[in-house]
């Protein structure tokens, strides 16, 4: 019995190579496809994105480097959105991160 979930076991794990070598293999040539009608038809990136349902646009977007650091509790804010607690009633120029 123990031979035959470990025969399972390995023939699972040589489909699951197999499924990803394929995925592979086949993703390549979609996106070359895709490249190729959006150079035909002159379609950039952006047109791709604001084409997409916005769940997915919010995931495209890029994550923003902290401009602002809490010294005492190491906390970061970007400067966009709502100004955390830790800044209220402050000047913002102490709790900014040096630029690199």
């Known amino acids: 019995m123990a031979n035959r979930y470990l ?3 390995k023939r699972h794990r040589a489909l699951q190579e ?4 394929v995925r592979r293999h086949e ?4 996106i070359a496809c895709i490249v190729q009608m959006m150079v035909m038809y002159e379609i950039s990136p952006d047109e791709i994105s604001d084409a997409l ?3 997915q646009r919010l995931r495209l977007r890029r994550k923003r ?3 602002y650091m809490d010294p ?3 906390r970061t804010w970007t400067g966009h959105g709502r100004p ?4 209220a009633g402050k000047d913002p120029d102490e709790f ?4 690199t």
Not at 84 to 87: G, I, S, V
């Open 7 to 9: 025969d399972l076991m």
């Open 65 to 67: 480097a902290p401009k």
């Open 53 to 55: 349902p916005r769940q």
């Open 96 to 99: 900014l991160l040096p630029t």
């Open 84 to 87: 955390p607690q830790w800044m």
């Open 18 to 21: 197999e499924i990803a070598a």
């Open 72 to 74: 005492e509790t190491g």
């Open 27 to 30: 993703t390549g040539e979609i």
